[in-house]
């Protein structure tokens, strides 16, 4: 009988020990090492997401142009570089660019569709589109001139928040001769920009 009350006692006993060691374990986790751990994780996440974001936008005619093309653009941390290939511009008149977006993030930019010809004149000028794809939020500058009707354009920017995300915006192309008139500002390709990759190699 004594040896039973011996053997419990030593049980009970080797329990606490764990039970204390346990605790203390737990102790030493303070919350504050806990939080600072997980800010190291996701500082370490967002630089490596940050690394190299890739974004493509395929530029499909508007306004009956004929104008095609592809845009690439590369953001590292604020900085953005902007490859713009296209064919089918009036060769040797000014063809001004744009990001053009929605400053309110919850309101994603498209390529107008011809529904938005409301003076149903048959061309969606740059106001008519303006619902659909925004303001311009990022000039991208310089403009060419197209002298063979084509571009390939390469630029970096500096860029700030209004313009992120990228995904949200789409680029759209200017200018086109209707009636003998060269108009500067008829949108003649969009391309709504999609994400590519995010970071992750
Ligand atoms: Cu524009």
């Known amino acids: 009988m004594k040896r039973i009350i011996q053997k419990t006692t030593g049980f009970l006993a080797a329990a606490a020990m764990l039970f204390s060691f346990t605790a203390c374990e737990q102790t030493e986790v303070t919350p504050d090492a806990s939080l600072e751990a997980s800010n190291a994780q996701n500082a370490h996440r ?6 190299n974001k890739t974004y493509t936008a395929e530029i499909k005619a508007l306004n009956g142009s004929g104008v095609m093309g592809t845009a690439t653009l590369m953001l590292e941390g604020n900085m953005l570089t902007v490859n713009i290939m296209a064919s089918g511009l009036e060769a040797g008149m000014l063809h001004v660019q744009h990001i053009h977006g929605f400053m309110d993030k919850n309101k994603n930019a498209v390529c107008p569709p011809m529904s938005a010809d409301t003076n149903g004149n ?5 106001g008519e589109g303006l619902p659909f794809y925004g303001p311009i939020l990022l000039d991208l500058a310089p403009f ?3 002298p063979d009707g084509s571009i390939n ?3 970096t920017f500096q860029v700030s928040a209004g313009v992120l995300p990228l995904q949200n ?6 200018g086109m001769t209707v009636d003998g008139v060269y108009w500067p500002s008829l949108p003649v390709a969009c391309g709504e ?3 590519m990759n995010n970071g992750n190699r």
């Open 169 to 174: 915006n789409v680029i759209v192309l200017h």
């Open 153 to 155: 354009y390469t630029q």
């Open 193 to 195: 920009i999609k994400v």
């Open 144 to 146: 060419s001139t197209a």
């Open 122 to 126: 048959g061309l969606v000028e740059l």
């Open 46 to 51: 967002s630089k490596s997401y940050n690394l």
